[in-house]
């Protein structure tokens, strides 16, 4: 017990001493975040292969966190032991910092602690999983076996879905060239682990209420990108009957 008080206290010095940016670089804890993936994703044995493909994966996600810390002031500031813990639980879930996957972001965020009355406030950072991301993790957890990417429906489009003998279905003919840039629908083909299809299926109506949830309903992202916004919240709200998925460790939390 004493041995691993010990432990703790030594990698909580060794964060506090490290630069942000360089926490992943550090032998220490380079050495945890792969025996760590090993043990969750790989049956926990060490062995030399084993070792391998988490160094591997390990040295690609050091870069792409680096380069996300050192291109971010706001992440900068951000606790180190917050930083630690998202760094951490990439190697619980096996999801990607590299942009061009966009499973994962790290977002500044501040933090009261200290009381109501007496606030002390600290920029924590916190490890958020896109529609993508979750995706592949219903996939590595075997909840799925495959989903298409999302198709938007516009307004010319001959498009029907609903149920026919028990069985939800989706017909879609995009009509080329399109008639109208008025997008009314968007959906995602699932195929689950038995071989079956499932689809999801969102409308306009189903977007407007969305967009009255959100935060900053008036962002670029609503307003702008209004296509991309639709296939991410096909993606995201696809898996609402499904069980929940592990999306992390318990480090950054």
């Known amino acids: 017990m004493t041995e691993k008080l010990e432990q703790k206290e030594n990698i909580l010095q060794i964060i506090e001493r490290t630069p942000p940016s360089q926490l992943p670089a550090v032998p220490e804890i380079a050495d945890r975040w792969k025996k760590l993936y090993v043990a969750i994703n790989m049956g926990g044995r060490m062995t030399p292969a084993a070792m391998q493909q988490a160094s591997s994966f390990y040295e690609a996600e050091k870069f792409h966190f680096m380069k996300m810390i050192n291109e971010n002031a706001k992440l900068k500031e951000c606790s180190k032991l917050s930083?630690?813990?998202?760094?951490?639980?990439?190697?619980?879930?096996?999801?990607?910092?590299?942009?061009?996957?966009?499973?994962?972001?790290?977002?500044?965020?501040?933090?009261?602690?200290?009381?109501k009355?007496?606030?002390?406030?600290?920029?924590?950072?916190?490890?958020?999983?896109?529609?993508?991301?979750?995706?592949?993790?219903?996939?590595?957890?075997?909840?799925?076996?495959?989903?298409?990417?999302?198709?938007?429906?516009?307004?010319?489009?001959?498009?029907?879905?609903?149920?026919?003998?028990?069985?939800?279905?989706?017909?879609?003919?995009?009509?080329?060239?399109?008639k109208s840039k008025v997008i009314v629908a968007c959906y995602l083909k699932i195929t689950r682990i038995d071989g079956s299809t499932d689809y999801k299926v969102i409308t306009q109506e189903d977007m407007n209420r969305f967009r009255s949830f959100s935060k900053d309903k008036d962002s670029t992202a609503w307003?702008?990108?209004?296509?991309?916004?639709?296939?991410?919240?096909?993606?995201?709200?696809?898996?609402?009957?499904y069980p929940k998925v592990r999306v992390m460790g318990k480090f950054s939390e």
Request: proline share 4%; with cysteine; hydrophobic share 35%.
């Open 83 to 115: 930083l630690y813990g998202c760094w951490m639980d990439v190697a619980v879930n096996r999801l990607s910092f590299d942009p061009s996957y966009k499973h994962l972001y790290l977002v500044p965020f501040n933090v009261n602690a200290g009381t």
């Open 117 to 178: 009355d007496r606030p002390k406030w600290e920029k924590r950072a916190s490890l958020q999983i896109s529609g993508k991301g979750e995706l592949l993790l219903r996939q590595l957890q075997g909840q799925i076996r495959y989903a298409d990417n999302p198709v938007l429906v516009y307004e010319s489009d001959v498009f029907k879905h609903g149920t026919r003998n028990g069985v939800y279905f989706v017909e879609h003919e995009s009509v080329i060239p399109r």
């Open 223 to 241: 307003t702008d990108g209004e296509g991309g916004m639709w296939l991410s919240k096909c993606i995201k709200h696809a898996f609402g009957n």
